[in-house]
């Protein structure tokens, strides 16, 4: 069976890869979700929001809830990765691994099914829309109470960071809040051939840019995991033209609420000096993210043992906190969470790109790692007695 599970996690990977849809916009998806769950047989199927899906595999006898998640959206991106299950949608593409995790959670789903018998409480089965993009889906899930009762909640992301074969089960503060920012500058436009007679924000945001790298480098502990980064600069529409406004964007991203106050405001602080130094006005607005990813101590020594047992001692690794952001963190506070990390590298298929790239994809095999460990967590949380 376990074979012919895979088989099926690899062409459910193949069929979601060719036909991604964005945040909130997840409805073939979720679609495709429930009919799947329902044709296992023995699921309570439902559809939290518009665009997620929920399977509920109650045991005979009581006991904990279990929850799993997967996260279903894909991201804007032109794909480039040349795969014969490509992309068919212009502009979209799974570039971050989310049609795996939904077809390792299905494959789960479908494996439990059969061990129905041996299951005492409840297994549940989160297929999330919209983590990519803020608020995010996971907060909608909360409101409408697939959270309930549960005493566990885990989740697992393929990673390219880490070799296929490899497993990292994160104990404590793992990733970070991701917020973001945006910055307009308003001076006065005119003619590029007499900037005297202007107030030049192309200038001012040069020097705002510069500026900002002291909220890092020079006001913040060298111990405390802080990133500031401008990512988006749009500002003029010809060479000899000095615009009126420039707009700057960009993402702060901190692991403490203390961290995330003292960028905030030392940004602001900063941009209204250097605008005020110029004569020109600004306008700052600024968006908070997710909370921080925070595995609970105890839930991720279980894990790692439920790994161990799975893939074996070789395949535990060790990887360090990120400064990427996941909506996972809203489950974390309404039960104990953890968020593990399934390698997905490999040279031999090309699974070398970062995700969010245009040619990003995984090893498939990282999926059957992945089914294993969700496999032997179940079993370890739910199995009759």
């Known amino acids: 069976m376990a074979a012919e599970v895979f088989a099926n996690a690899v062409s459910w990977r193949r069929h979601l ?48 809830v279990l929850a799993m998640r997967a996260d279903i959206d894909a991201l804007p991106i032109t794909e480039e990765s040349g795969l014969p299950f490509a992309s068919e949608r212009a502009g979209v593409m799974h570039a971050c691994g989310h049609d795996g995790h939904t077809a390792v ?19 549940r089965f989160l297929f999330q829309h919209a983590e990519e993009l803020l608020p995010g889906g996971a907060r909608d899930l909360v409101a409408a109470g697939a959270l309930s009762g549960v005493d566990a909640v885990v989740g697992c992301h393929l990673i390219t960071e880490l070799d296929v074969g490899k497993v990292a089960v ?11 920012f945006s910055i307009v500058i308003e001076g006065r436009g005119g003619h590029a051939a007499f900037p005297h007679m202007s107030i030049d924000p192309i200038a001012i945001a040069a020097q705002v840019v510069l500026a900002l790298q002291h909220v890092v480098a020079r006001e913040t502990d060298p111990n405390e995991r802080v990133v500031v980064t401008v990512s988006r600069i749009a500002g003029g529409t010809a060479d000899n033209i000095i615009p009126e406004s420039v707009e700057l964007g960009g993402t702060v991203r901190t692991f403490s609420t203390e961290a995330r106050g003292r960028a905030r405001t030392a940004i602001e602080r900063i941009v209204a000096g250097v605008t005020q130094a110029h004569a020109a006005a600004y306008r700052f607005e600024y968006v908070e993210g997710y909370l921080p990813v925070d595995n609970d101590p105890e839930l991720a020594a279980r894990v790692a043992a439920a790994a ?31 968020y593990f990390m399934v390698g ?4 031999e298929t090309g699974a070398t790109f970062a995700h969010h790239h245009s040619r990003f994809t995984i090893d498939e095999r990282a999926m059957e790692n992945a089914i294993a460990v969700f496999i032997e967590c179940a079993r370890d949380m739910l199995a009759v007695e």
Do not use: C
């Not at 161990?308 to 039960?335: H, K, N, W």
């Not at 997905?344 to 040279?347: G, K, L, M, T, V």
């Open 17 to 64: 890869h060719s036909r991604p849809e964005l945040s909130f916009q997840e409805h073939e998806t979720a679609r495709f979700v429930e009919e799947t769950l329902a044709s296992f047989g023995g699921l309570e199927v439902s559809r939290p929001t518009k665009t997620s899906v929920m399977g509920r595999l109650v045991g005979e006898t009581s006991g904990p």
């Open 105 to 123: 959670l299905l494959a789960v789903a479908r494996v439990l099914v059969g061990l129905g018998d041996n299951l005492r409480g409840e297994a």
């Open 170 to 180: 994160p104990s404590g503060p793992f990733m970070a809040a991701p917020d973001t």
């Open 308 to 338: 161990e047992r799975a893939l074996g001692a070789d395949a535990l690794t060790e990887i360090a906190p990120i400064m990427g952001g996941d909506d996972f963190s809203a489950y974390q506070r309404e039960a104990p969470g953890v």
């Open 344 to 347: 997905a590298r490999s040279e």
